[in-house]
C-alpha cells in the first residue's frame, strides 16, 4: 500500500497488538474499518511519539500540496476516494476517510488529537457522575436532617 499523501511504500506497525499502516516520510498512519475505536478504547497516550521514536521519521519532510483528492491505499481505484471526516466530540479532529472501505488516514498529530479527545470525554463523564453522586448524597442528607 501507498501513502495517500506521498506515494511512500507504508511500512506495517503494530500498535496494542493492531497492525497498522505508517508512512515513514509524512508520519501519516493508515486504520483498516475499525482499527482506530480499537486503539481508542485502550485508553493509550502519546502514540505518535512513540512510534517516531520506534520506527522513525524522515526529518527533512516538507508537506506539499496534494494533488486533488487523497485516494485510498486500500481501496487504491477512484472508488476509494478520501473525503475530509470530523471525527470528534471535544478536540476539533479532521480526518480522511474512504467513502468505499471506510478506513482512516491520519496526518501526523492527528491520533494524538484524537486519542486526546476520548480522554477528555472519559474525564468529562467521570466529572459528571462524580457531580450526580454528589448531588445524591446532598440529598440524603438533606432528608436525614429533616428527620
Known amino acids: 500500500m501507498k501513502c495517500p499523501r506521498d506515494g511512500t ?20 498512519i493508515w486504520f483498516d474499518e475499525r482499527e482506530l475505536e480499537v ?6 497516550s502519546q502514540v505518535e511519539e ?6 522513525g ?4 519532510y516538507q508537506e506539499g500540496e496534494t494533488d486533488g483528492y487523497m ?13 475530509e471526516h470530523h471525527f470528534s466530540y471535544l478536540v476539533p479532529v479532521k480526518v480522511d476517510r474512504c467513502v468505499a472501505c471506510r478506513g482512516i488516514w491520519l496526518d501526523d498529530t492527528e491520533l ?12 468529562q463523564y467521570s466529572v459528571n457522575k462524580l457531580a450526580g453522586m ?10 436525614m436532617r429533616k428527620r
Do not use: W
Request: hydrophobic share 30%; charged share 45%.
Open 134 to 143: 454528589m448531588k445524591l448524597l446532598e440529598q440524603d442528607i438533606s432528608r
Open 71 to 83: 485516494r485510498c491505499p486500500r481501496c487504491s481505484g477512484d472508488d476509494g476516494r478520501l473525503q
Open 112 to 123: 494524538d488529537k484524537v486519542l486526546d479527545d476520548k480522554k477528555q470525554m472519559n474525564d
Open 39 to 44: 486503539i481508542r478504547k485502550l485508553d493509550l
Open 57 to 60: 521519521r524522515e526529518p527533512d
Open 50 to 55: 512513540e512510534l517516531e521514536r520506534k520506527f
Open 9 to 28: 511504500v507504508l511500512a506495517v506497525v503494530t500498535v496494542a497488538g493492531v497492525k497498522l499502516d505508517k508512512c515513514h516520510k509524512c508520519d501519516g
